[in-house]
T-cell receptor, first 117, second 119 residues
Framework: ETGVTQTPRHLVMGMTNKKSLKCEQH?????MYWYKQSAKKPLELMFV???????ENNSVPSRFSPECPNSSHLFLHLHTLQPEDSALYLC????????????????FGQGTRLTVV | AQTVTQSQPEMSVQEAETVTLSCTYD???????LFWYKQPPSRQMILVIR????KQQNATENRFSVNFQKAAKSFSLKISDSQLGDAAMYFC????????????????WGAGTKLIIKP
């Protein structure tokens, strides 16, 4: 356990459904991230939140909508997804403001395996 | 733009032997960090080892060590005395900067190498 918890672990949804992924961290970190991991491709950074404010949106389609109500919780709201959105969605957190790699190391959750049918 | 390349989609090694996973990267930065992450079937991404670019000494963590060649932009991972629990996907990652307050934590990732351990 790294201190980052994601739910659900698995999710199957139809293209017309609306669902949400949840991420929670109790590490005292102030930055949280959503990554998409597809087979045989590098991880893709989707969204970054620093101190609850979104600072990055890497050209992610609007059918993915993030929400960060506080520094411990992060959501990814999903609606009208496409089959190509099927992937492993990973949440990570880190502490900004430290110096060096150890102080800003990212900790990951176990991911949500999403299948869009 | 920075890129990270892992040229070995899959590697296999006999238990107790040594294996080296390759990683090359491209950057114009002089200060950056490199990481190896492990992702077992449980899917949790776990940090294995880190290297600061300004340090010439290769990082080591128990059975894991790196061969960092800054001029060649190469960052290979050596696993000694391989164990069955080492079986996983291994990802090489790059992060730039030594700024005090990074605005984000943009890791640039390789596509991964699947490591198989033969008993």
């Amino acid at each position: 356990e790294t201190g980052v918890t994601q739910t659900p672990r698995h999710l199957v949804m139809g293209m017309t459904n609306k669902k949400s992924l949840k991420c929670e961290q109790h590490l005292g970190h102030n930055a949280m991230y959503w990554y998409k991991q597809s087979a045989k491709k590098p991880l893709e950074l989707m969204f970054v939140y620093n101190f609850k404010e979104q600072t990055e949106n890497n050209s992610v389609p609007s059918r993915f909508s993030p929400e960060c109500p506080n520094s411990s919780h992060l959501f990814l709201h999903l609606h009208t997804l496409q089959p190509e959105d099927s992937a492993l969605y990973l949440c990570a957190s880190s502490r900004l403001g430290g110096r060096g790699p150890r102080r800003t190391e990212a900790f990951f959750g176990q991911g949500t395996r999403l299948t869009v049918v | 733009a920075q890129t990270v390349t892992q040229s070995q989609p899959e590697m296999s090694v006999q238990e107790a032997e040594t294996v080296t996973l390759s990683c090359t990267y491209d950057t114009s930065e002089s200060d950056y960090y490199l990481f190896w992450y492990k992702q077992p079937p449980s899917r949790q991404m776990i940090l294995v080892i880190r290297q600061e670019a300004y340090k010439q000494q290769n990082a080591t963590e128990n059975r894991f060590s790196v061969n960092f060649q800054k001029a060649a932009k190469s960052f290979s991972l050596k696993i000694s005395d391989s164990q069955l629990g080492d079986a996983a996907m291994y990802f090489c990652a790059y992060r730039k900067g030594r700024t005090y307050m990074d605005s984000n934590y943009q890791l640039i990732w390789g596509a991964g190498t699947k490591l198989i351990i033969k008993p």
